[in-house]
């Protein structure tokens, strides 16, 4: 995609309420929004609620359903498994809980403990056969799953030194990637002869990581490129030549974007046409792109707009959805979700 010489907007479409505190998360459930099936998303709260968000025939979203009466505390991250047949929640009462979705009712079919403390952070791997999990305690879990909505943790890996605020697995292979408050990001990989995972690489500001804490991460499509975001401020592209069959290739850091966001950058999300999304404490919401002017020597990204106060409050979460229409879903302290379309700025939709 094209988006050189051409002048974008990113419109709101909707501003949805219903959530009483603070909105933490937002999940598009995969293959929605496409070839005319309704585009789903989930938002969870600091009202301890999850809700299920559907888009209706006029392309406006609705409530469906309110998960609730599960959780104890804030939950603080969502995740909708490859099939969209189960969502995962995490909380800060120190459970994730796994809901199963049939027709438009939601059930927790297993409640997984172990943290002690809050979760931060849910995510499945690209099969759906692994879940991860991170918290406050400074750990990360894994999780197989089991035939009958069983999950048996495999490995609790110990390495970050303090709170592990995300955990991401990247698409293309079985590889999972945290962030932390130790301003670092760790990869780790299965040992195939023990079935015990271990750290491969630590990436910190001895190999121009960040300088604080890192909030977020997440991957191109094809999963050799990955971005993150941290509360010095700052976006930093990283790539690897890792393939399935060499898992081990390091991660080098490409390029930092800076002086965008002047609070603390909550989230990230790379679309699958390369755009990527970042949401601050600052209130807004930025989005770069690849920049291919072929006098910049190595990789760079360029602004393509800013949506200055997109949010009366911090943007907690941004999430690109995968469908027909670019849709970009935000999570805000403000107590509200909303919903953009990135359009041309002649008024036409991006084709």
């Excluded at 051409?6 to 309420?17: A, N, P, S, T, V």
């Excluded at 690209?126 to 495999?154: H, M, Q, Y």
């Excluded at 990436?203 to 997440?218: C, D, I, K, Q, R």
């Excluded at 760079?300 to 995968?322: I, R, Y």
Aim: net charge negative.
């Amino acid at each position: 995609m094209n988006f050189e010489d051409e002048d974008f907007e990113l419109r709101e479409i909707q501003r949805l309420e219903g959530h009483t505190d603070k909105v933490w998360s937002v999940a598009w459930k995969p293959a929605t929004g496409i070839n005319g099936i309704p585009a789903v998303f989930a938002s969870c709260s600091g009202d301890k609620t999850v809700r299920i968000w559907e888009e209706n025939s006029t392309g406006s979203f609705q409530c469906q359903a309110v998960l609730e009466e599960t959780h104890t505390r804030t939950v603080r991250s969502c995740a909708w498994s490859p099939s969209g047949k189960f969502l995962a929640t995490a909380s800060f009462d120190a459970t994730t809980a796994i809901w199963g979705n049939v027709g438009v009712d939601f059930e927790c079919v297993s409640t997984l403990e172990g943290h002690d403390n809050e979760v931060k952070s849910v995510s499945w791997n690209n099969s759906g056969s692994l879940l991860a999990t991170c918290g406050r305690d400074k750990s990360v879990w894994i999780w197989e799953v089991l035939p009958g909505n069983e999950f048996d943790c495999v490995s609790v890996l110990q390495g970050h030194t303090q709170d592990v605020k995300m955990v991401q697995w990247n698409p293309s292979m079985d590889t999972l990637f945290s962030c932390s408050y130790d301003n670092t990001i760790k990869v780790w990989v299965e040992n195939g002869d023990s079935d015990d995972w271990h750290c491969i690489q630590t990436l910190g500001e001895s190999n121009s990581g960040h300088t604080s804490t890192v909030w977020s991460l997440s991957f191109n499509a094809s999963g050799d490129k990955m971005v993150s975001c941290s509360d010095d401020l700052t976006i930093k592209v990283w790539t690897s030549k890792m393939q399935e069959w060499d898992q081990n290739a390091p991660w080098k850091h490409v390029c930092t974007l800076s002086g965008y966001h002047d609070r603390t950058i909550f989230s990230v999300h790379w679309s699958r046409e390369g755009i990527i999304a970042s949401g601050a404490a600052d209130d807004a919401i930025c989005l770069f792109v690849e920049n291919n002017d072929n006098e910049v020597e190595g990789t760079t990204f360029k602004l393509l707009l800013k949506k200055e106060k997109a949010h009366e409050m911090d943007v907690n979460s941004v999430q690109w959805n995968s469908g027909d229409r670019r849709l970009l879903a935000t999570a805000s302290d403000d107590g509200t979700v909303k919903i953009w379309e990135l359009v041309r700025l002649s008024g036409q939709k991006l084709l």
